[in-house]
């Protein structure tokens, strides 16, 4: 690997990159003493890209970064739509995270592709990702044995545009628990001005497998009548008849 970069205390980070264009490549991000985060990226027109990297074994306890006043969280991008992060081949493994879970995202347009987030522990989160409004797209990631609280992704899409989508392509969501052992095990959505309508986010060619130990039956069977059901249970939004 070319760098180790690691967070010094629970309030600091291992990267910040404030409406920066440059790319970190074949790096891992760790921590100096257990607490801190790992990646920060903040401010518009920010178009840091993250490729061949390894981020683990990071305690991210949401205490406000002095410097730029945002939470410190294993991956914090926060910013308006011209924050256009990139995620590449990053693997996040292995690390806890309080109340803002494992990847935080207020605003921004990110992208990611072939990365895996494995075997992290977000209880206290709403979810292993949380998103506040914003935008983005997952392709060819693997998002599997993580635990969190509402849904292994959740999205606060209030105050989001007609135009925000989260996409998920190829994605491959396995093993993965929420708190409630049920309900949440692939994603979970709120949008209170939206019940009832159509939910922003959309997969494409995905696999889902033992979330919450459930299984989607076969679609072809016609004896099989519970697809609709664990449907509903694996991925709750604003539609979904509420429980």
């Given amino acids: 690997r070319c760098f180790l970069f690691m967070s010094r205390s629970i309030d600091d980070v291992a990267i910040w990159s404030h409406s920066g264009r440059g790319t970190f490549q074949e790096c891992d991000v760790t921590s100096m003493q257990g607490s801190g985060g790992g990646l920060m990226v903040t401010g518009s027109n920010n178009q840091t890209m993250f490729t061949d990297m390894n981020i683990c074994d990071l305690y991210a306890t949401g205490t406000v970064h002095e410097e730029s006043g945002e939470p410190v969280c294993v991956i914090n991008v926060t910013g308006d739509a011209t924050n256009r992060a990139m995620f590449h081949d990053v693997d996040v493994r292995n690390c806890d995270a309080a109340q803002y879970g494992i990847i935080y995202q207020n605003g921004a347009d990110t992208e990611w592709t072939e990365c895996n987030l494995a075997n992290n522990d977000a209880r206290a989160a709403d979810g292993l990702i949380m998103a506040t409004a914003g935008r983005g797209l997952m392709f060819d990631c693997t ?80 004896e099989d009548s519970y697809l609709e059901t664990e449907a509903d249970y694996a991925i709750h939004t604003p539609r979904s008849e509420e429980h």
């Fill in 143 to 222: 998002i599997e044995n993580n635990l969190s609280g509402r849904g292994t992704f959740y999205w606060d899409a209030e105050g989001s545009e007609e135009t925000d989508m989260f996409r998920f392509i190829e994605v491959k969501f396995s093993e993965n628990d929420t708190v409630t052992d049920l309900y949440g095990g692939v994603a979970w959505v709120d949008h209170a001005s939206a019940a009832g309508g159509q939910p922003q986010i959309a997969f494409s060619d995905c696999t889902f497998s033992s979330n919450n130990d459930l299984d989607f039956p076969n679609p072809t069977d016609p």
